[in-house]
C-alpha cells in the first residue's frame, strides 16, 4: 500500500522556538495532505487542508500565523509551529489523500504522527 | 459545522463476543471511511462506502451505510486480542476533499 513518511516522530523544544514537521508521499502524488491533531485518547481533529501550489485551507480556530503550511511540491506537505508553547505540545499527523479517476476508490494515507513537546 | 459522533466511546468484550460501533454525522455524507488506530499507531484505512444502504464485509468485519447517509456501522463478530484499538469513522461531504472524524470507540478485548 502506499507509504507516507512523517518526521521528526518526536521533538521537545523550548517555548518560542518554532518546528517544522515534514510530510512526504513516498510512491504517489499527493495534491491534497492533510494536517490533524490529536490529544490522547482523543479523536483527530482537522486543522488544515494542503493543496499543492496554493494556500492551504484552515478549519475555523486554527491560526494560520501560528501553524505555517506549505506544501510546494506534489509529494512534500511541511506544517511549522512558530513560537511553539506548552500548550502547543500535542500529537500531529498528517495524510495524503490517493484518488482514482474518481472519488470511489480515495483513501487517506496517514503518516507515523509527531509528538510534540513544548518545555 | 460537521459533527460526527460515534458510541459507545470506549467497550471491553471477552474475547469471543461480538461488537459494535455506531457513526452518526450532523449532515448527509457522500461517503463514510473506517480506520483503525493500535495504541501507539497511526489510522490504518480499513474500508469506504459511498452508496446509500451499502453492505459491505471483511472477513470478521461488517461495515455498513446507512440509508439517508448519515450514519454507519462497523460490526466485529467473534472478537479477537488482535482487534484492540480505536475505531473512527471519517466523513466527507460532497464539494470538498476533507475528512471528518468521527469521536472513535476504544475497544479492549479480554483474553
Known amino acids: 500500500g502506499a507509504v507516507v513518511s512523517q518526521h521528526p516522530s518526536r521533538v521537545i523544544c523550548k517555548s518560542g522556538t518554532s518546528v517544522k514537521i515534514e510530510c512526504r508521499s513516498l510512491d504517489f502524488q499527493a495534491t491534497t495532505m492533510f494536517w490533524y491533531r490529536q490529544f490522547p485518547k482523543q479523536s483527530l481533529m482537522l486543522m488544515a487542508t494542503?493543496?499543492?501550489?496554493?494556500?492551504?485551507?484552515?478549519e475555523q480556530g486554527v491560526e494560520k500565523d501560528k501553524f505555517l503550511i506549505n506544501h510546494a511540491s506534489l509529494t512534500l506537505s511541511t506544517l511549522t509551529v512558530t513560537s511553539a508553547h506548552p500548550e502547543d505540545s500535542s500529537f500531529y499527523i498528517c495524510?495524503?489523500?490517493?484518488?482514482?479517476?474518481?472519488?470511489?476508490?480515495?483513501?487517506?494515507?496517514f503518516g507515523s504522527g509527531t509528538q510534540l513537546s513544548v518545555l | 459545522g460537521q459533527q460526527v459522533m460515534q458510541i459507545p466511546q470506549y467497550q471491553h468484550v471477552q474475547e469471543g463476543e461480538d461488537f459494535t460501533t455506531y457513526c452518526n454525522s450532523s449532515?448527509?455524507?457522500?461517503?463514510i471511511q473506517w480506520y483503525k488506530q493500535r495504541p501507539g499507531g497511526h489510522p490504518v484505512f480499513l474500508i469506504q462506502?459511498?452508496?446509500?444502504?451499502e453492505v459491505k464485509k471483511q472477513k470478521r468485519l461488517t461495515f455498513q451505510f446507512g440509508e439517508a447517509k448519515k450514519n454507519s456501522s462497523l460490526h466485529i463478530t467473534a472478537t479477537q486480542t488482535t482487534d484492540v484499538g480505536t475505531y473512527f469513522c471519517a466523513g466527507t461531504t460532497s464539494g470538498t476533499y476533507k475528512y471528518i472524524f468521527g469521536t472513535g470507540t476504544r475497544l479492549k478485548v479480554l483474553a
Open positions: 462506502l459511498v452508496k446509500s444502504g
Open positions: 494542503s493543496n499543492e501550489g496554493s494556500k492551504a485551507t484552515y
Open positions: 495524510s495524503a489523500r490517493e484518488t482514482g479517476p474518481d472519488r470511489l476508490n480515495e483513501k487517506l494515507f
Open positions: 449532515t448527509t455524507l457522500s461517503n
